[in-house]
């Protein structure tokens, strides 16, 4: 139990200081390394409490692949920083204002957790059969019977993301020249090549 | 839990999905050249949408776990934000054929939002209700950059795609929130816990507020309106047409949903942020138009006052109130879509023109789209007998019915600073020295659309006790225990 | 049938104006006058049959205002009195139609002009046979608004527009009167039907109410403010000051309007009142006192005039305040006889006067005129017969009316009475030396005209003259035709219920001294030999007498200072009070504060909301994130209270 304890903290304090560092490190690759940073230690909060299919989605899509696509974004582009940087002075007093005000009221309003009575009781409920069930057998069975409207709603953002994607930066640029292998299987010697007789001496 | 029934009830919405991906793989195989007909098809698939969803069920129906439902409520609006995106699909063939906008997915595009809709007027659950407005913001985000090769176009959908996240995360924000204090994401769940419930948690009313504000956002009310009008004007004229009318009336629906189907016993409580957030969009709405010089500009801060207006009759939180909503957003539907039908017939040399300014003298060099503008003008202003007079009308009778006096003393104020710029334009096309006249041939789908809509505006009142009746009878819903 | 003597004038009026520029200028002059000369006709037919026959009769047309106590009908009630008016205003008002068709024939707008004249005379008959007050009202505003039109007829000249104005403003005020005094009448009797206030009068008389801790009379305030009402049509002293102006119009307007007809409505308003006057003898006593003083005053001035209509105008005046003081006096069979003969002579000389300034190429100043009988022998022949009618010379027309109104005063034995005979004589003796005062300057002598107008003085066309004959008929015989019906024996028979006198003093008046009945006939010699000394023996005498006697001449020559009085007392103060409330008061405060400071202010939040504006999507999304901390803070304060 107290290592469990010890975990917790480990990873979420870590957790909230790479978040913090993603918004205040100078260097933006640093800023991305702290996300991944970020993500391994909530991957690793969810393995405490038994969603190890969540933490183990969570490192392979957010870190495998988001995060590196963040990465080379950051990279390739080429911003500047130090300009940004003004502009985040200028307003920080007030959004610092803001964030207080709100970071005040949500303690307020955690504050006023009440657990209700029922709560203790669910929570001790096994969630699923012991043992019987693996996390992503238990996800699947809710997913695709319960939720299967939101998931197949899910399914219908996604794609349109997709198509969106595809709508916003795919180009048909005709002067790019590209390999159509059916195009060159079907050359025929007739339409390259010309045999001409040129007298000699007479020059092109 | 039979799927059968479930699927019975989501027939519109399932032809609509499956529509769409056909219209998809259709395109992709015939290519660009297939355009033309897959925007007909779209507007095909939109009628039999529609006509699939006056044959639904009647009465209220659950599905997919009471995530899903169908009312008159859902019915009514679903009919007129099909109508709206049809009449906006039309509206965009000839315009984005002629400006080399010919993608095939934006009518693709469009019918997916128009999907998302559906879900959002539909969604009986936060968790559903998110999902619908997550596929209609996508699909809007990305037509507002359809035209990825100006500046503006881009910058509207970058602007609009990071402010609605932004606005989703506020939404999501709220909906945990409620989670947390509630237990429970379902609509009729949180309506029996609130009505049991006589003093709310803080918790809740906390999340409320942020579920207000990321809806307020989806119709562009103040102080969450900022992107309105930077996209209106970027996007492509026939988006933002699109824009003015299917989302707005869709997000208002839901937003009317929210506040009176789970949250309906909170009414004290949220009657407040709809307070705030109807008398500042009336007043920005009206006033920030006065200077604006772009007709586009000026449309968005006309739609944020309008939906200052459509937010005073859910402000009053009474059956009345919601009729009045409906009927505002039907006649709403109609000024709209033929104002931007107007503003397409806006070309000279080839060139859309979008300054007030160019629209001098219209009325010697082209009296009839002249007149027709005026007409949708003097509705915008609330002149009777014209469909915009009928629109204020009940939102204020159900405001001083729930006396409300500040915000229909202030809607009355706001329509007649409002009245000021809509009959500038007015003034503009008669008055003024005549400019340039614009290009002739408005071309035969605005011709037609431009008539359309100027009968059922001028000619609203005598179909007003269908729509009125309409109106009650899905106002009713809500407000059915 | 004899509905259409009301009513042709009107139809005819309408068609022209509708139509008349579609119509052509010889088919709008044909439209009204031929109407007008059928209703002539007939009106003779009607005066015959209602005075000399006494067939009175009402006849009810439509039920026109029926609001709670109020109903009123539109009826035409014709009694004698209205008979007579009709006849008077049908008649001259056709030749008046007759006239215009030679004096306008230079004009442009002769279609206007005739539609005016038509409507004019349909308002006229509507308010002299009105049969209740509101009805009489309709008519009295009626001719005024037509008048204001007239006169500024010629709206190209800014002389006239002042003039129009001027009229209409002056007789707002005695309108003003007019309505408080049928408001007072509906509040007091709760009925505005003639026939039904007759009959309470009697009531009501001596009652008082108490205003600013005075008994005041009711009938009496009632009376004075419907007398305010007509001194300001008749042009009685006080608010006389449009009539002379209003000789801007057309000759023939003025004839019509502004001597026969409008200004007389007052005239016979108090005669068709007589019913509550008779019993309001305060009210009596004051007609008399600013009839009286009308009568001197007017003709004081009628002899230093050069302009040949202004004579005429101010003598108009003047015999309207003879009229007025009879009616003071209970004489109103006297008033009316001389508003039928005056009428007839008075518009027989502003027509004379007319043709000399048609055939003068529109000279109207009598200083350049002189010798003109040669030229035109017609109109001065028949001016002299309209002046002599005027100065009340035996056997003419003015003589048995106005000796009546001279003698019923005497005959009334008040010391008002007697201030309005002397001041009668005297008007009497004015009135002869100024008429012929006119006509030696006009057309005796040596001319004064230069050679080129002179040389061109012409005659006037038959249809010019063809009405003056009609109405120096009228000059020559009315008064002696008319005299036993109106002011004699068959009197009583002739009026039947029209008038009441409650003492018949026309039947003391018949029994004044010699000299009383001799005197005006006397004065009036005096008179027209003084002004044949002055102007054709000696023309020397007049500049040398008015240099003896400057100060009184300036005094009578600028109209006693009236305007000079009213531009100080009411419209400079007008003025100025006017611009302070339009400058500061309007343009400054309401303005100010009202649509300008609005709009300012409007304009200003534009402004302030475009900037919020920035176009940077981090402001956006600022803006979001402050308004929603605002919500979330605005709801814990208020869940925490």
């Known amino acids: 139990m107290i290592i469990q304890a010890l975990a917790f903290y480990l990873f979420a304090a870590v957790a909230v200081a790479s978040g913090v560092m993603v918004i205040s490190a100078r260097n933006p690759v640093h800023s991305v390394l702290f996300l991944i940073l970020a993500f391994f230690n909530s991957a690793g909060l969810f393995i405490l409490i038994g969603a190890e299919f969540l933490a183990m989605i969570l490192v392979v899509v957010y870190v495998g692949a988001v995060a590196v696509l963040f990465l080379f974004v950051v990279m390739m582009l080429d911003i500047n920083f130090a300009e940004m940087r003004e502009g985040f002075l200028q307003y920080l007093p007030i959004g610092a204002l803001i964030g207080i005000i709100l970071a005040a009221e949500l303690i307020l309003v955690f504050g006023s957790w009440v657990v209700s009575p029922e709560a203790a009781q669910v929570l001790t409920a096994p969630a699923l059969p012991a043992g019987d069930l693996t996390n992503t057998h238990a996800l699947g069975n809710i997913i695709y019977t319960e939720y299967i409207y939101l998931f197949q709603s899910a399914g219908l953002v996604l794609l349109v993301a997709m198509i969106g994607a595809i709508v916003l930066t795919l180009r048909h640029r005709p002067d790019v020249r590209r390999q159509k292998i059916s195009d060159q299987v079907e050359r025929k010697r007739e339409d390259v090549i010309e045999i001409r007789d040129i007298p000699t001496g007479s020059g092109v | 839990m039979d799927i059968v029934s479930d699927i019975a009830v989501i027939r519109p919405e399932l032809f609509v999905a499956i529509a769409g991906m056909v219209m998809l793989m259709f395109g992709a195989f015939r290519g660009e050249s297939s355009t033309k007909f897959i925007y007909w098809l779209g507007v095909g698939v939109l009628v039999v949408a529609g006509v699939l969803v006056l044959a639904g069920p009647t009465g209220t129906s659950l599905a997919f776990n009471a995530q899903f439902v169908v009312d008159d409520f859902a019915v009514f609006v679903k009919v007129l934000l099909l109508i709206g995106a049809a009449l906006a699909l039309i509206l965009a063939m000839p315009f984005n054929l002629r400006e080399g906008i010919d993608q095939f997915e934006f009518p693709i595009l469009i019918i997916f939002a128009v999907l998302g809709m559906m879900m959002m007027v539909s969604a009986n659950d936060l968790m559903s209700l998110y999902l619908g407005i997550e596929l209609q913001s996508l699909s809007l985000y990305v037509v507002a950059a359809i035209r990825r090769d100006t500046l503006r176009s881009s910058e509207a959908g970058l602007k609009y795609f990071v402010l609605g996240a932004l606005s989703s995360g506020i939404l999501l924000y709220g909906m945990s929130l409620v989670y947390g204090f509630a237990g429970t994401t379902n609509f009729e769940g949180l309506a029996t816990l609130f009505a049991a419930d006589s003093e709310a948690s803080i918790g809740v009313v906390v999340g409320l507020v942020f579920i207000a504000a990321g809806l307020a956002f989806k119709v562009s009310a103040v102080p969450f309106h900022m992107w309105t009008p930077d996209v209106y004007e970027g996007a492509p004229t026939p988006v933002t047409a699109f824009f003015a009318v299917a989302p707005k009336i869709a997000a208002m629906a839901l937003f009317v949903r929210v506040m009176l189907e789970p949250f309906g016993a909170l009414v004290l409580e949220w009657q407040q942020v709809i307070w705030f957030i109807s008398l500042a969009s009336m007043l920005l709405g009206s006033f920030a138009a006065i200077v604006q010089t772009n007709i586009k500009r000026l449309m968005a801060y006309s739609s944020i006052g309008h939906m200052g207006f459509v937010l005073v009759g859910l402000a009053a939180g009474s059956e009345e109130g919601v009729t009045g909503i409906l009927v505002y957003l039907t006649i709403y539907l109609f000024m709209n879509i033929g104002t931007f039908a107007c503003i397409l017939a806006m070309r000279r040399g080839g060139r859309m023109v979008e300054d007030i300014d160019s629209l001098a003298g219209l009325s010697k060099t082209n009296p009839m789209l002249a007149g027709a503008l005026a007409l949708f003008m003097f509705s915008m202003a609330g002149i009777p007998p014209l469909g915009g007079f009928f629109a204020k009308l009940f939102v204020f009778r159900a405001a001083i019915n729930a006396e409300l006096y500040v915000l229909a003393v202030v809607g009355l104020l706001t329509s007649v600073v409002g009245a000021f710029y809509y009959l500038r334009i007015i003034k503009v096309m008669y008055f003024d020295e005549a400019a340039e006249p614009f290009d002739k041939g408005l071309g035969r789908e605005i011709t037609v659309l431009v008539t359309v809509t100027v009968i059922v505006t001028t000619f609203f009142f005598i179909g007003l006790a269908p729509v009125l009746s309409g109106a009650e009878a899905a106002a009713a819903v809500l407000f059915a225990v | ?641």
Request: hydrophobic content about 55%; some cysteine.
């Open chain 3, 1 to 641: 049938m004899i509905e259409l003597a009301i009513f042709l004038p009107l139809i005819g009026g309408v068609i022209a104006g509708v139509f008349g520029t579609r119509m052509g200028d010889r088919a709008s002059q044909l439209v009204t006058t031929v109407p007008m000369l059928i209703a002539a006709t007939l009106s003779c037919y009607l005066l015959w049959d209602v005075g000399l026959q006494g067939n009175e009769r009402t006849i009810q047309l439509f039920t026109w205002i029926d609001s709670g106590a109020l109903e009123l009908n539109w009826a035409l009630r014709f009694d004698t009195l209205t008979a007579v008016m009709v006849f008077v205003v049908n008649v001259v008002s056709s030749m008046v139609h007759v006239y215009s068709i030679g004096y306008m024939s230079h004009d442009a707008h002769k279609p206007r002009f005739m539609a005016y004249l038509s409507l004019f005379t349909f308002f006229m008959l509507s308010l002299v046979t009105a049969d209740n007050f509101v009805q009489m009202f309709f008519g009295w505003e009626g001719v005024g608004l037509m008048s204001y039109l007239l006169i500024g007829f010629w709206h190209d000249r800014p002389s006239a527009n002042a003039a129009a104005i001027k009229a209409f403003v002056v007789n707002r005020v005695g309108d003003f009167g007019f309505m408080l005094g049928i408001l007072g009448v509906f509040f007091v009797f709760g009925t505005l039907d003639f026939d039904a206030v007759f009959k309470a009068v009697p009531d009501v008389a001596g009652q008082s109410f108490e205003f600013l801790g005075m008994d005041v009379d009711i009938l009496t305030t009632i009376c004075l403010l419907l007398f305010i009402g007509a001194m300001g049509k008749s042009a009685q002293i006080g608010l006389h000051t449009w009539l002379p102006d209003a000789m801007e119009g057309p000759t023939p307007v003025s004839a019509l309007i502004h001597a026969a007809t409008m200004v007389t409505a007052g005239v016979f308003m108090v005669a068709r009142l007589s019913p509550m006057f008779e019993f309001a003898p305060i009210a009596l006593s004051v007609v008399v006192l600013i009839g009286g003083t009308t009568a001197f005053f007017a003709a004081t001035i009628g002899l230093t005039q050069h302009d040949i209509k202004r004579v005429i105008a101010y003598s108009t005046c003047s015999q309207l305040g003879y009229m007025f003081f009879a009616l003071g006096v209970g004489a109103y069979p006297a008033a009316i006889f001389h508003l039928m003969t005056h009428a007839f002579f008075k518009a027989l000389l502003f027509l004379g006067a007319g043709s000399v300034i048609h055939g003068m190429d529109d000279e109207q100043d009598m200083r350049k005129m002189g010798g003109l009988f040669s030229k035109m022998k017609v109109t001065a022949v028949l001016m002299w017969i309209g002046s002599l009618a005027l100065a009340g010379v035996p056997f003419f027309a003015g003589f048995y009316s106005k000796d009546m109104i001279l003698e019923s005063a005497f005959a009334a034995h008040t010391g008002l009475g007697m201030y309005a005979f002397w001041a009668g004589i005297a008007a009497a003796l004015m009135t002869a030396f100024y008429s012929w005062r006119l006509l030696f300057l006009t057309f005796h002598g040596r001319t004064r005209a230069d050679d080129h107008t002179f040389d061109h003085a012409h005659e006037s066309p038959p249809v010019m003259i063809a009405p003056l004959l009609v109405l120096a008929l009228g000059a020559v015989f009315s008064g002696y035709l008319a005299k036993e019906y109106f002011v004699g024996h068959d009197m009583n028979e002739f009026w039947g219920g029209s008038i009441l006198m409650l003492h018949n003093i026309i039947e003391e008046a018949h029994h004044v001294p010699f000299w009383v009945k001799k005197l005006p006939i006397l004065v009036g010699v005096i008179g027209i030999f003084a002004a044949f000394v002055m102007y054709i023996l000696k023309p020397n005498w007049p500049a040398a007498f008015v240099a003896r006697i400057r100060p009184v001449h300036t005094f009578v020559y600028n109209k006693w200072f009236f305007d000079e009085l009213y531009d100080r007392v009411f419209v400079r103060p007008s003025f100025v009070l006017g611009r302070g409330l339009w400058k500061s008061g309007d343009g400054a405060v309401i303005d100010g504060v009202g649509p300008d400071g609005i709009a300012a202010a409007t304009r200003n939040l534009a402004g302030r909301a475009s900037r919020l504006q920035s176009g940077f999507v981090y402001h956006y999304a600022f803006a979001m994130l402050i308004g929603l901390v605002l919500l979330a803070t605005w709801f814990l304060f208020g869940f925490f209270r």
